[in-house]
């Protein structure tokens, strides 16, 4: 499936087309499922909840004018089916009342999930991007924590190169995110600023 630019996958979405309708859920399936469990801590329950977003995406797309209302759209309806299920008599059965509860008084974390999560997207999105060598290793850096040296044996590379790989990949990484919100880039230097 050849990849389309935003504009072109937007419009060969909104004609029906099928394989742009799948490039999108591609785009999102990892960041709604991950949504979707933090708010239900149910992984089948999360991943139902995500499929059912993208068939009422599906059904609704002669509704949008871009991406960004695409994505708004998948999370809103997300999160309200969501809270519809945390708020149903069988999850509070299994969950217990107080854990229900506690999951919806926690709504004003959900911007702040959507923020992270949108942020982790664009970082996969531009991880993707990386020639292999830089990607392996900021990869075991940033998300499995290896050190250098456990890096250096799994790749079969001296220090020298995950120092060398690990630099490259964050200074391109900076780069992309320079043409992103303000906001947007300050939390990914933040996000790399803990690991």
């Given at each position: ?49 995500a ?34 299920y ?6 509070r ?23 992270e ?38 790749l079969?590379i ?10 490259l ?5 900076q780069?992309?995110?320079k ?17």
């Amino acid at each position: 499936m050849k990849r389309l630019q935003p504009e072109d996958l937007l419009n060969d979405f909104l004609q029906g087309d099928t394989d742009a309708f799948t490039q999108i859920v591609k785009m999102h399936n990892r960041a709604l499922r991950y949504f979707s469990w933090t708010m239900v801590k149910d992984r089948e329950a999360a991943e139902e909840i995500a499929n059912d977003s993208f068939f009422k995406l599906w059904q609704s797309r002669g509704n949008f004018d871009s991406m960004a209302a695409i994505r708004s759209f998948l999370y809103v309806v997300t999160r309200n089916a969501c809270l519809n299920y945390v708020q149903s008599p069988r999850h509070r059965q299994r969950a217990g009342m107080v854990e229900a509860e506690q999951l919806l008084s926690s709504d004003p974390d959900v911007e702040s999930r959507l923020i992270e999560l949108e942020l982790l997207d664009a970082i996969y999105r531009e991880i993707e991007k990386l020639p292999q060598k830089q990607r392996d290793v900021f990869r075991l850096v940033f998300f499995e924590g290896l050190t250098v040296q456990e890096i250096s044996e799994k790749l079969g590379i001296t220090a020298n190169a995950v120092y060398l790989n690990k630099s490259l990949a964050v200074k391109s990484l900076q780069h992309a995110f320079k043409g992103y919100d303000v906001m947007l880039y300050l939390a990914f230097l933040t996000y790399l600023g803990k690991n």
